[in-house]
């Protein structure tokens, strides 16, 4: 990309953010439900006593799961990002501050940290508080990305934690990060990952990442040289399980339980041993790996071009983990990998 082969180097120490989320293969739980209106059509069908039918029809019945923002049974984290998330993928007030202010104070602490993972020229790092984010991620990158929409498919979440997945389907008009958009000003699919964690009711931390690569790829911008995979960018999983994915009544944190020791062997055989086996990964792996390395349908190609490529450029590698999030067999990771650049990368 002209004009754009140097970079300035971050002011903060150097490291390589990850995020990772997993669908596991775990069996999911069958649930029915009977509706109260479909009940009362059955009962007043061909019965010739209607005072009693009606007597029967409006009596105090008990709800079977209560249903939630989020669905039935959703966890207090997926429900506090639920909301958020609503206000900003409907664009409210999305320039104005004080309206948009007051929509969304509810859902966040008062000193909260957003950590946007790419800004280089905007020049602003972690935001705290929400005027800054408000100035900061949010007005540059609605000025940029105007009338995005991002399209959310998984959610996994706990009571004080949660990892949402989506793309962004959006036409690229503005300066991103110091980046003009080409003449054409293109349609453009953009990965995204969000991480947060809460305390109490309210978000106090979120670490938003978005493929700024792959970003520019498509737009025509060869900033890193052709993956050696397809760039397939952020699918929903294959599976019956919601959408977003998954319906938290379906799943018991038992069930979160055993996927979270699954994707905890697989984190630590991979970034921390670094055997560069992939064992904890199923032959026919759906891996969506960032710009510049490309999807893995095989576990052999996610080896090949990611795990050893990682260790052959990187050596000291070491792990610091933010959060790892699990419910049902969804699962997700937020870490950085600490080393020192010895080899080729990319």
Not at 144 to 158: E, H, V, Y
Not at 190 to 208: M, R, S, T
């Amino acid at each position: 990309m002209e004009g754009y082969s140097s970079m300035e180097a971050p002011s903060r120490k150097p490291a390589m953010p990850f995020a990772c989320v997993a669908a596991l293969g775990l069996a999911a739980l069958g649930v029915a439900a009977l509706g109260l209106a479909e009940t009362v059509a059955i009962g007043t069908m061909g019965v010739p006593n209607v005072r009693s039918v009606l007597l029967t029809a409006t009596e105090p019945t008990k709800p079977v799961v209560r249903d939630t923002a989020g669905g039935p049974g959703s966890l207090l984290a997926k429900q506090a990002i639920v909301g958020m998330d609503t206000i900003i993928a409907n664009h409210i007030a999305w320039n104005d501050w004080k309206p948009w202010s007051l929509a969304m104070a509810p859902f966040w602490t008062e000193d909260f940290i957003y950590d946007f993972n790419y800004v280089g020229p905007w020049n602003f790092g972690p935001t705290k508080g929400l005027r800054a984010w408000y100035e900061g991620e949010h007005l540059h990158i609605n000025g940029a990305l105007p009338d995005s929409q991002w399209q959310q498919f998984l959610r996994a979440a706990t009571d004080t934690t949660a990892t949402p997945a989506s793309y962004g389907l959006v036409r690229w008009t503005g300066e991103f990060a110091g980046v003009p958009p080409p003449k054409s000003h293109p349609k453009v699919n953009i990965p995204v990952l969000d991480f947060y964690a809460l305390e109490g009711k309210q978000i106090n931390h979120n670490w938003c990442l978005i493929d700024v690569v792959d970003f520019f790829l498509q737009a025509g911008y060869q900033v890193v040289p052709k993956s050696p995979l397809k760039q397939e960018g952020h699918r929903a999983p294959n599976a019956m399980d919601g959408l977003p994915a998954p319906l938290s009544s379906l799943f018991t944190r038992e069930d979160a339980a055993r996927s979270e020791q699954v994707w905890q062997a697989a984190l630590h055989d991979d970034y921390d041993l670094g055997t560069g086996e992939g064992k904890f990964w199923a032959e026919n792996i759906n891996w969506y790996g960032p710009g510049g390395v490309g999807t893995a349908h095989t576990r052999e190609d996610y080896v090949k071009h990611w795990l050893l490529p990682l260790r052959a450029a990187f050596s000291n590698l070491e792990r610091s983990t933010d959060l790892v999030v699990c419910e049902g067999p969804y699962c997700g990771a937020h870490f950085y990998m600490w080393g020192t650049h010895t080899g080729e990368w990319m």
